[in-house]
């Protein structure tokens, strides 16, 4: 069987594959609809995703709402991000306890498991490679991070409907997963048929379509398949005119519209929160309140924290403009000098998750246009 081979199953046999996967001893980790927002979260099988539920999303606005198509992957980008398995929010690194009169460290393991991510769309594995550069390569690579990602499995989702936020084709990560994938599923109804295309990217997802052995797909249906793809690109709901950008950015400091923004920006870091590509982290050491142990925690950090960039008695960046405009500019100008690509993938997340609506796209626009 070749590698690429597309395969077709029925929708009623989604269950199938991820029981697959699950019997293989992996946890499965999806969608899942709760408290208003599509989240990622421990899945049992086909029947927890959030089947019939798409997102409506704008500038500081996402809404769920019930849908009549009863897709099982119609909604776009939530608020979570696959980083949160992979560099948990918090988690400790060590701890040091007293036994009598000695004190004992202990590291903590990483043992997760074998993980298996069901619905990676395009844009966020380009985000999973971006962060396997951050922590896999050069000199200071992290175990942890490389621990749990040996063990994962990822089944990826091509995007056939794209939210107003989403702005992938202008990053070139979507809506189509190219790699970084076991298996790559696209969800497909028309005429009354709903049914997935599915293809392997690895040998281990080859091993799992031979043993569910779905039939061939059909030229008919690769077509139906490449037409919904050919839609969801055409039809994002953000662009970014990336060409230039990063040199644009980088010699935009003194640039005015930094304060317009800094004017309406909280500095809250929802928006490093949310983005599956901001790893900014910091360590900080929690003591037990009967003074018999301690713990050094890792978590997440932002560059809008003031905490953030303080060095040698105070924070070299007190206003927050000066914070936004180090997010934006190594986002979309220094990370390409840093690691070769843009820090951004284009998900929208924190156009929609930004309390005021703040958007990079427009944002990004303006320092351009006004500088050239
Ligand atoms: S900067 Fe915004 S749009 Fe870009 S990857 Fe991060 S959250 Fe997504
Ligand atoms: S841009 Fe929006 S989400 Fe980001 S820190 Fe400012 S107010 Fe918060």
């Known amino acids: ?128 490679a971006m962060l396997d550069r951050v922590f896999g390569e050069g000199d200071f690579r992290d175990d942890r991070y490389l621990a749990r990602r040996a063990n994962l499995f990822i089944v990826a989702v091509n995007c056939t409907r794209a939210g107003r936020t989403c702005f992938c084709t202008s990053m070139d990560t979507g809506p189509e997963a190219r790699s970084g994938f076991d298996l790559v599923l696209t969800e497909v109804a028309h005429g009354g048929a ?35 793809l050919d839609e969801a690109a055409r039809s994002m709901g953000r662009h970014l005119n990336t060409g230039g950008l990063p040199e644009r950015l980088a010699g935009s400091g003194e640039h005015p519209h930094w304060q317009r923004i800094a004017a309406r920006c909280l500095a809250c870091a929802n928006c490093t929160m949310v983005c599956p590509t901001c790893f900014c982290n910091t360590v900080v050491d929690r003591p037990a309140l009967d003074g018999r142990s301690a713990e050094r925690i890792r978590c997440w950090d932002s560059c809008f924290s003031a905490d953030f960039s303080y060095l040698h008695g105070g924070s070299i960046r007190q206003s927050t403009g000066s914070r936004y405009r180090q997010w934006m500019t190594h986002k979309l100008s220094s990370w390409v000098d840093q690691f070769g690509a843009s820090g951004c993938v284009g998900c929208g997340r924190c156009i929609a998750w930004c309390p005021v609506g703040i958007d990079i796209t427009e944002e990004a626009e303006r320092i351009g246009e006004e500088l050239s």
């Open 1 to 128: 069987m070749n590698a690429r081979t597309i395969f077709r199953f029925d929708a009623s046999r989604l269950g199938d594959l991820l029981d697959g996967i699950a019997e293989r001893g992996y946890r499965l980790l999806g969608p899942v609809a709760r408290e208003g927002a599509v989240v990622y979260d421990e899945l049992g099988g086909a029947d927890d995703l959030p089947r019939g539920w798409r997102d409506h999303q704008d500038p500081g606005r996402y809404r769920l709402e019930r849908s009549d198509r009863n897709l099982f992957f119609e909604f776009n980008m939530g608020p979570h991000g696959w980083k949160k398995y992979l560099l948990p929010a918090e988690e400790p690194l060590w701890r040091a306890l007293w036994r009598g009169e000695e004190m004992l460290f202990e590291e903590t393991n990483v043992d997760d498991g074998k993980r298996a991510f069901i619905g990676v769309r395009a844009c966020e594995l380009a985000a999973l």
């Open 194 to 228: 709903h049914f997935f295309q599915v293809a392997a990217g690895t040998t281990r997802g080859d091993a799992l379509l031979d043993a569910l052995a779905f039939e061939e797909a059909s030229p008919a249906d690769r077509n139906l398949a490449k037409r919904l």
